[in-house]
T-cell receptor, first 115, second 110 residues
Framework: NAGVMQNPRHLVRRRGQEARLRCSPMKGHSHVYWYRQLPEEGLKFMVYLQKENIIDESGMPKERFSAEFPKEGPSILRIQQVVRGDSAAYFC?????????????FGQGTRLTVV | QQQVKQSPQSLIVQKGGISIINCAYENTAFDYFPWYQQFPGKGPALLIAIRPDVSEKKEGRFTISFNKSAKQFSLHIMDSQPGDSATYFCAANRDDKIIFGKGTRLHILP
């Protein structure tokens, strides 16, 4: 059973470009979470999605950031017109909703560098 | 508003010693308290977790102590080893959202 798969592992973008980060949850998991980790800092919640639904996007910046989790395919975190401050590690986690199933499993992360 | 406060920010422990990391939370609606371990360049991995109806949980050298009335919980690593050197995050779950502490960088001296 493959774990949470994120790609790419490393992404370099010039200021103003778009960044697309992909996350394939573990098999059987229908819930996806995105977190951002700045250097020397903790993990900050961005968005929580179920298939075709955004459940909680309270941690998402109001502009330039969007996320989706379509019926088929991976979850996508999209950052438009990237700026240097967007440079960070972005982690995706997935969980299986059910009785007591509150463990979330993380991917290896995508390290975004904006130059 | 920081919902989960973690301390210390960094910790150095001699090999064989006990590492203790503390967390406090504010929202009594939290119903699950996991600890994650993160090595450099890797994603966080679930280490051990506890529910608020239990005061202590032990798995090998790792123990969570939970004080519901004080809204505090802590991770104890017994017989700490250099391989335990990592960043540790406490967390609290509410409505399927995981709220993390800021992390503790633990370094075990050989």
């Amino acid at each position: 059973n493959a774990g949470v798969m994120q790609n790419p592992r490393h992404l370099v973008r010039r200021r103003g470009q778009e960044a697309r980060l992909r996350c394939s949850p573990m098999k059987g998991h229908s819930h996806v979470y995105w977190y951002r980790q700045l250097p020397e800092e903790g993990l900050k919640f961005m968005v929580y999605l179920q298939k075709e639904n955004i459940i909680d996007e309270s941690g998402m910046p109001k502009e330039r950031f969007s996320a989706e989790f379509p019926k088929e395919g991976p979850s996508i975190l999209r950052i438009q017109q990237v700026v240097r401050g967007d440079s960070a590690a972005y982690f995706c986690a997935s969980s299986q909703q059910g009785e007591g199933a509150t463990e979330a499993f993380f991917g290896q992360g995508t390290r975004l560098t904006v130059v | 508003q920081q919902q989960v406060k973690q301390s210390p920010q960094s910790l150095i422990v001699q090999k064989g010693g006990i590492s203790i990391i503390n967390c406090a939370y504010e929202n009594t609606a939290f119903d699950y308290f996991p600890w994650y371990q993160q090595f450099p360049g890797k994603g966080p991995a679930l280490l051990i977790a506890i529910r608020p109806d239990v005061s202590e949980k032990k798995e090998g050298r790792f123990t969570i102590s939970f004080n519901k009335s004080a809204k505090q919980f802590s991770l104890h690593i017994m017989d700490s080893q250099p391989g335990d050197s990592a960043t540790y995050f406490c967390a609290a779950n509410r409505d399927d959202k995981i709220i993390f502490g800021k992390g503790t960088r633990l370094h075990i001296l050989p």
